[in-house]
Every structure is written in structure tokens, then in C-alpha cells.
């Protein structure tokens, strides 16, 4: 094992140095040229291993860009990537310039908020890097709270479009997800315009298997998703009367409450006493608002709700475990979800969808294929609920996965083998993370 984890950890830092970009970290040199928001906030965990310093800018680089609003958007573009070589790109989002984004442009959407997730791991890994990173790493955490806080704000009031408590997706790349069957029922209402993709044509499949992307009536509607949210200058006031997709994911919300979590701890190290309070408040209402709205006794997980039509969807899929990483879990859905985990709609690695599903695809993207950094997260829930065995089988057999088959995008539910983009960024950084082997979050089980 040690020979593997020697082996595992250099390649992983090598894929790091690879689509390093001056600034910010790509996911993937070819397929991915820019700089993605929950990818940053991955890429940051683990790098914060090998070069803090790089995974603090990589944070930075990206809250350069943040809106007014507070919004974080999910693609920051590298002016430096012609137009031609990547869609949709700056051109096709006509996002206003202004402030430090003018240079680089940004696309209109958000991604799930990993990042104060993000900023805490990497504060954590401080000490281990001398007094030099330890107050290196206070002084980014001063410069990165109030935009944290800005974004979780955004998040909470301007995207609860449902008025449940819960920030609603606009479309289905917000989830980091991006074809999920999570979203089906709710897509089927987009229309799909087929002649979208005659003015705007897909690039992605210059670089990548058709079988493990998308399919063209999928991006015909997300082309028509952005149009509309475009015309309404991107804004969210009024947005569930004149825009076709809302919905409330359980991935994304877990990830928001968590990072209350982890805001409350920063806020601590910042002596912020009262706002830690808050977050930590706010952490339990998001919690609480999951458990009313997604929860759905007769499967035993939580499922996304269609906020313009107020049904759940029926898929499985691999979002609806992940509250698990949330403290506040009533002990009876903790074992409900695990029992759901355990058996063979799942299974350690976790897919992203039931495996018994009918339409279950080993190939396509979200629709079946492992992801290392929602397997990560789950470990995480694993963790924070005491299952410990299985958080050590998980990591074990993620190590594996990676090491046997490269630091690819995602891999084959059933073989292993390697899919999508090669040489991925968040899978060679989370592989450091687990080859670290971290103990349990600090903020876990905290009051």
C-alpha cells in the first residue's frame, strides 16, 4: 500500500502542476480551459497539501469575479482561451463588465457553495506548512469571509424561489450535476429547439466520446435555459414566472448548510462570536428545510422538488444521499439513507444514479458513472455520522479506483475503467486528500 500511496501521490501532483494556469487551476487542459467554481473549491482541499499558497490564489482568483449580488459564477473565463476553442464562452453570456472580472469575464449561473468548505480545510492544513503559511492563511481567511458570507446571502434569499428556506437551481449545470435524471421531469418543460445547436454549436464533443456526454436535445435546453435568463439581465426577482426550470436539490442545499458550518468556524478563528452563532443557526434551518421539503418516506432518501410544480422527482440518484453530511440528520433518515446506500441500487463506490434503474447508463456522465468528489462528500457524511468502516472501505476503494485507472474525470460503475476528461484536477487533488486520510470534520456533531 505504501508503494501505491507513493506512486498515487505523485502523479496526483503532477496533474496539479500540469493545468496549473498562472493563477487559477483548469480541470482539464483540453475539455475544460477555464476555471469552474465547485472545481476550485475541490482542487483547493487537496492542493492545499503540496502548495498552499497556490490553493489559496486558486480561491481567490475565483471570488475576484464575484458578482454585487454576491453570486460566485460557475465558469471564470481565461481571456487567454480564444472564443472559438470553448462553448458557450464570454461572447455567447454577454455578462456586464465590471470590477476585477472585466478582464476575464464570467458566465451568469452559480455552482454548489464547496467553498467555505474549502477555505476551513485549507486554514486547517496551515500548521503543518510553518508560521509563514499559518499567517498566510489568517489573512486569506480575512479576505475571503465577507465574500463567503455574500455568497451564502445570495444563495439564501435571492435564489429561495420556492420560500421555503431552500436556494433554488435555475439550471441544471448550478448543480454541478449537469444531466442528472434528477432534473428529467422538470427539463421535459423546457422546450427543446433542436436549430439552437445549428447557431450554437457544442465544442465539447471535438474533445470527448459522444456516449459519455450529453445528448443534443439535453444541451438544445440548457442553450435555451441561459437564453432566457440572459434576457432577463440574470435576475432572480420574479424568475419562477418567466423561466422553466427551478428546483430545490438536495446536494446543493446540504452543501450550503455545510458551509454555514464551516463559516461558523472561520467566524471563530476570526473572533466573530455572534456570527458564528448565525451561521450555525442558519446551518439548522437549512437542515430543517431539506427535511420537510425533500424527503420522501416511501424511497427512504431525499429527491430534488420541481419548485413551478411542487412534486418531487422520482429518480435515485446519488444527490439525495448526500445529506448525509449533515450533522443535524434525525438518527432514523441517517439509517434510511444508508440503508438505501448499502444496497444494490448503490453500493461503496457510490454511483451516480440506481444501478437498477432502467435507464441506468455506465457511460453518460451523471446518469450512471462514478465521481470521485461526490464520493468524497459522502465520505465525509460517513465520517460526521460515526459509520467509520465504511468511510474506510470508501476511501480504500476510491484509492484504487484512481490508482488503477488514472486521475480521470469519472469512471465506469462496474469496470473501473477511466471516462471522460483525463488528467482532471479535482480527482488528482481529492486523491490527496484521501491519501492524507483526514479525520472526521471539526464542525461535526458541533452545536
Known amino acids: 500500500m505504501h508503494e501505491i500511496s507513493a506512486e498515487l501521490w505523485n502523479s496526483a501532483v503532477r496533474v496539479l502542476d500540469v493545468n496549473w494556469a498562472g493563477d487559477h487551476m483548469v480541470p482539464s487542459r483540453k475539455l475544460y480551459p477555464h476555471q469552474w467554481s465547485w472545481d476550485a473549491a475541490f482542487i483547493a482541499i487537496g492542493l ?27 465558469i471564470v473565463f481565461d481571456p487567454a482561451t480564444a472564443e472559438a476553442d470553448y462553448f458557450p464562452g464570454p461572447a455567447f453570456w454577454e455578462v456586464p463588465a465590471y470590477g476585477n472580472r472585466a478582464a476575464r469575464g464570467s458566465t451568469g449561473i452559480v455552482q454548489p457553495p464547496m467553498h467555505a468548505i474549502a477555505a476551513w480545510d485549507v486554514y486547517r492544513h496551515a500548521a503543518a506548512h510553518g508560521a509563514n503559511a499559518a499567517l498566510e492563511a489568517r489573512t486569506e481567511l480575512e479576505w475571503l469571509y465577507p465574500r463567503l458570507v455574500a455568497q451564502q446571502r445570495y444563495l439564501t434569499t435571492d435564489r429561495n424561489l420556492g420560500r421555503g428556506g431552500l436556494a433554488s437551481i435555475v439550471h441544471p449545470w448550478e448543480s ?64 419562477i414566472d418567466r423561466h422553466a426550470f427551478a428546483v430545490e436539490c438536495p446536494a446543493f442545499n446540504s452543501i450550503l448548510a455545510s458551509a454555514e458550518l464551516a463559516l461558523a468556524q472561520i467566524a471563530g478563528v476570526l473572533g466573530l462570536t455572534a456570527e458564528a ?13 431539506i427535511i420537510k421539503r425533500l424527503w420522501n418516506p416511501a424511497t427512504g432518501m431525499f429527491h430534488a422538488l420541481d419548485v413551478r410544480t411542487g412534486k418531487l422527482t ?12 449533515l450533522p443535524d440528520l434525525p438518527a432514523e433518515m441517517v439509517e434510511s439513507v444508508m440503508a438505501e446506500m448499502r444496497s444494490p441500487r448503490f453500493g461503496l463506490p457510490v454511483p451516480s444514479y440506481d444501478r437498477t434503474a432502467p435507464d441506468f447508463d455506465t457511460m453518460r456522465y451523471w446518469r450512471g458513472p462514478l465521481w470521485i468528489n461526490v464520493n468524497w462528500l ?14 474506510e472501505d470508501l476511501r480504500a476503494g476510491m484509492i484504487r479506483l484512481v490508482h488503477r485507472n488514472g486521475h480521470f474525470e469519472y469512471f465506469h460503475p462496474v469496470t473501473g475503467e477511466g ?14 486528500d484521501l491519501l492524507a486520510d483526514r479525520s472526521v470534520p471539526a464542525y461535526a456533531k458541533a452545536g
Open 419 to 432: 471516462l471522460g476528461a483525463p488528467t482532471f484536477s479535482w480527482t488528482a487533488a481529492l486523491s490527496l
Open 314 to 325: 422520482p429518480a435515485r440518484c446519488v444527490s439525495g444521499l448526500l445529506p448525509l453530511m
Open 176 to 239: 454541478g450535476l449537469d444531466n442528472s435524471p434528477s432534473w428529467d421531469e422538470a427539463m421535459a418543460n423546457v422546450p427543446a429547439d433542436l436549430t439552437l445547436l445549428a447557431r450554437y454549436r457544442r465544442r465539447d464533443l471535438d474533445v470527448s466520446d459522444a456516449a459519455h456526454r450529453p445528448t443534443d436535445m439535453d444541451y438544445s435546453r440548457y442553450v435555451g435555459l441561459v437564453l432566457t435568463y440572459r434576457a432577463g439581465g440574470y435576475a432572480d426577482d420574479g424568475l
Open 48 to 74: 492545499a497539501y503540496v502548495n498552499p499558497t497556490r490553493a489559496w490564489r486558486d480561491l481567490r482568483s475565483l471570488f475576484e469575479a464575484q458578482w454585487p449580488d454576491g453570486r460566485v459564477p460557475h
Open 277 to 289: 452563532s448565525a451561521h450555525r443557526d442558519r446551518a439548522h434551518q437549512i437542515t430543517t428545510a
Open 378 to 391: 459522502i465520505r465525509r457524511g460517513l465520517l460526521v455520522h460515526g459509520f467509520r468502516d465504511e468511510a
